[in-house]
C-alpha cells in the first residue's frame, strides 16, 4: 500500500481521522455499548480509541504505509462487528462510504484501491444478505434504544463522510491552483522562449534572403570561370533559408499546439476570401524548399469552384501550409507532389499526394501529437505535431481530414463545408519603386544588432531612409529631431518596451501621435497583439518574417499616408 506522494496533506488527513475517530470511539462509541449492554462492544470501543490516539505518533516507528494498512483494518473489522450486531440501524452504507472515500486519498495504488473497494463492497453485500435471511440474529433493544442508536449512527456517519469531503475539495481546489500556476509558468515560459528564438531567427531569415538575391545578382555578371563557385555559394544559401523556414515552422507548431491545449487558439471567424490566392500563397511559400530538393508540386483546381468562399482564411492557411509543407518534406527528391483542389457535392476537397516510404500501419497514429514516422533523412525536420494540429484546426471549422496509403503513394484528404463568398473590395497597391518611397522616413526600434541590418536592408530596397532605435526612451528622443513617416517597434527591448512607447507616442501633444506604428514581435498569443493594438499600434508583423512580408506591410501603411498629406 502506497500514501499519495504530495507533500504532507495526507498524512494531516489521516492524522485528523485518527483523532476524530478516537473521540467519536470514547464517547458516542460509548454511548452505544450502554444502550445495548454488550460487553465485546466495551472493549472495541475502548480499543480503537486508544489505538487510533496512538496512531498519529507511530509513524516514524512502523512507518506511514503499515499504519494506514491498521486504520484500515480496524475499520473495516468495525463495519461487519457492528453490521452484524446492530442489523440494519448500523447504516453500514455510511462507513462504507467514508471507507471508499478515505482510501481514494490515502492509497495510490490503483490496484490495491480497487481491491480495498471490492472487498467492502462485497462486506455491505454479505450483510444485506444476513439481513434478508437472518444467518446471524443481531442483538435486540427497545425502540427508544433503536431510535437513540439510529441517531448516534447517522451523527458518526456525517461527521466522517463530513471531514472526508471537505478534505477531497481542499485536495481538488489546491490541484487547480497547483495546475493554473503550473499553467501560468508554462505559458510565461513559452512567451519569453518564443521571443527569444523568433528574435534571432528574423535576423538569420533576412540575411538568407539578402544572400540569395546577391548571389543571383552576382551569377548574372561572374566570369564564366567563377560560375561553378558562385553557384556552390547559391546552394549553400537556399540550404540556410530552407533551415530557418523549417525552424520556424517547427516554432510555430509547438506555439499553436500550446494554445489549442489552453484554449487560447483565435475563435473561428467566417469571412470571405480566394482560396485559390490562399493556396497559391501557401505554395509559394515552400519554393525555397521545393527548389532545394528538386520537387516540383502540380496544382489542379476545379473550374466549378466558386471564386470566393467562407471559412476562416487564418486557420484554412495553416492547415494548408501543414500539408503542403507535410508533402513536400517527405516526398522523395526529384519527384512531383499534387495538389489537388476539387468540388464534392457540398464539399472543397483538398488532397495531396507524394512518393513517401510511409505503410498503412503508420497511418494509423499519424494524426497523433508528437509521433513521426520521418525517415532519418528527415528526423531533424519533424516535431510530430504539424498533422497532430492539423486535425485540431480542421476539426474546428467543421472539416475533416484522413491519410491514406497506395503503394509507393501518400495521399491526405481534407473535406470541408463548401459555402460561396462574395468579391471584397481589395486594396491594390503598385510595384515598389525606389523613386517612389525615396523622401520617406522609417523609424525602426529595435534592439538586436543583426535584426536593424535586415530591417536597413528591406527597408532601403524601397528607398526609404531607416532610422534606428533601440529602445522606446531613445526614440521619443530622436522624435524631437526627425518626423517620419512611419514607425516599426519591437514589442520587447530594454529601458522602454514597444507598449510603453505606443502610450507615450500616442499621448504626445505634436503631429508624431498620428504617425503609423507597426509592432513587430515574436508575440503569438492574440491577447498580447490585443495589448499592443490597444497601446496605438496600427499594424502587427510576426517575428520571424520573410522580406517580402516586411516589405508588403511597410507599402501597405506608405501609400496611406501620401493621400493624407497637407495640400499646399
Known amino acids: 500500500m502506497k500514501i499519495a506522494a504530495y507533500s504532507d496533506k495526507p498524512v494531516s488527513f489521516f492524522n485528523t481521522l485518527c483523532l476524530l475517530l478516537a473521540v467519536l470511539s470514547l ?38 504505509d503499515n499504519v494506514i494498512l491498521i486504520f484500515f483494518v480496524v475499520l473495516d473489522a468495525a463495519l461487519v462487528f457492528y453490521g452484524i450486531v ?14 471508499m472515500g478515505a482510501s481514494d486519498l490515502l492509497i495510490t495504488s490503483r490496484k490495491l484501491r480497487n481491491l480495498f473497494w471490492a472487498y467492502v463492497g462485497l462486506m455491505v453485500v454479505l450483510l444485506e444478505v444476513n439481513y434478508s435471511y437472518h444467518l446471524f440474529t443481531p442483538i435486540t433493544f427497545s425502540k427508544s434504544s433503536m431510535l437513540a442508536i439510529r441517531l448516534i449512527v447517522v451523527l458518526t456517519g456525517t461527521a466522517l463522510n463530513g471531514i472526508m469531503l471537505y478534505f477531497y475539495i481542499k485536495q481538488v481546489r489546491t490541484m487547480m491552483a497547483e495546475q493554473k500556476k503550473a499553467s501560468e509558468a508554462k505559458t510565461k515560459y513559452l512567451r519569453e522562449t518564443n521571443h527569444e528564438i523568433r528574435t534571432p531567427l528574423t535576423s538569420i531569415m533576412g540575411i538568407a534572403e539578402g544572400l540569395n538575391e546577391h548571389v543571383a545578382k552576382l551569377e548574372k555578371v561572374v ?146 501529437p508528437f509521433v513521426s514516422h520521418a525517415s532519418k ?35 491526405f484528404l481534407l473535406a470541408l463545408p463548401l459555402k460561396a463568398g462574395f468579391r471584397m473590395q481589395e486594396k491594390v497597391y503598385p510595384e515598389p519603386e525606389k523613386e517612389m518611397y525615396q523622401d520617406y522616413i522609417i523609424l525602426v526600434l529595435e534592439d538586436d544588432k543583426l535584426n536593424q541590418a535586415a530591417f536597413g536592408a528591406a527597408i532601403k530596397s524601397l528607398g526609404p531612409t531607416p532610422f534606428f532605435a533601440e529602445n522606446g526612451m531613445e526614440a521619443l528622443e530622436l522624435l524631437k529631431k526627425i518626423t517620419p513617416d512611419l514607425i516599426i517597434t519591437d514589442g520587447k527591448m530594454p529601458v522602454m518596451d514597444g507598449k510603453n512607447f505606443l502610450l507615450a507616442l500616442r499621448a504626445a501633444g505634436d503631429a508624431t501621435r498620428h504617425i503609423p506604428a507597426i509592432v513587430s514581435s515574436g508575440e503569438t498569443f492574440l491577447q498580447e497583439q490585443e495589448e499592443f493594438m490597444a497601446a496605438g499600434a496600427t499594424d502587427f508583423l510576426l517575428k520571424p518574417f520573410t522580406r517580402r512580408q516586411l516589405v508588403d506591410m511597410v507599402r501597405k501603411h506608405l501609400p496611406g499616408i501620401k493621400l493624407m498629406e497637407p495640400l499646399a
Do not use: W
Request: charged share 20%; net charge negative; hydrophobic share 45%.
Open 27 to 64: 464517547t458516542l462509541g460509548m454511548a452505544v455499548f450502554y444502550l445495548i449492554d454488550f460487553a465485546p462492544a466495551f472493549y472495541l470501543e475502548l480499543f480503537v480509541g486508544v489505538l487510533f490516539f496512538c496512531l498519529p505518533f507511530l509513524h516514524h516507528r512502523i512507518g506511514v
Open 86 to 99: 446492530l442489523g440494519p440501524v448500523s447504516e453500514i452504507h455510511l462507513l462504507a462510504a467514508f471507507l
Open 223 to 368: 566570369r564564366p570561370a567563377d560560375r561553378d563557385l558562385v553557384a556552390a555559394i547559391r546552394k549553400e544559401t537556399e540550404h540556410l533559408q530552407v533551415a530557418s523556414l523549417l525552424i520556424r515552422e517547427i516554432i510555430n507548431n509547438q506555439l499553436d499546439l500550446a494554445k489549442i491545449e489552453e484554449n487560447q487558439f483565435n475563435e473561428v471567424k467566417n469571412e470571405s476570401f480566394s482560396l485559390r490566392e490562399c493556396i497559391n500563397e501557401c505554395i509559394q511559400m515552400l519554393r525555397p524548399i521545393t527548389s532545394s530538393r528538386n520537387i516540383s508540386i502540380q496544382l489542379h483546381y476545379d473550374a466549378r469552384l466558386p471564386e470566393y468562399i467562407l471559412s476562416d482564411s487564418t486557420i484554412l492557411s495553416k492547415i494548408i501550409n501543414n500539408l503542403a509543407s507535410n508533402a513536400v518534406k517527405y516526398a522523395v527528391k526529384n519527384s512531383d507532389v499534387q495538389f489537388n483542389v476539387s468540388k464534392a457535392g457540398d464539399h472543397i476537397h483538398i488532397e495531396t499526394q507524394n512518393d513517401s516510404s510511409l505503410n498503412p500501419e503508420q497511418l494509423q497514429d499519424i494524426f497523433l
Open 377 to 411: 533523412e528527415h528526423m531533424a525536420e519533424s516535431t510530430g505535431l504539424g498533422l497532430a494540429i492539423t486535425k485540431q484546426l480542421v476539426e474546428k471549422i467543421n472539416g475533416t481530414i484522413s491519410a491514406t496509403n497506395t503503394g509507393a503513394t501518400t495521399s
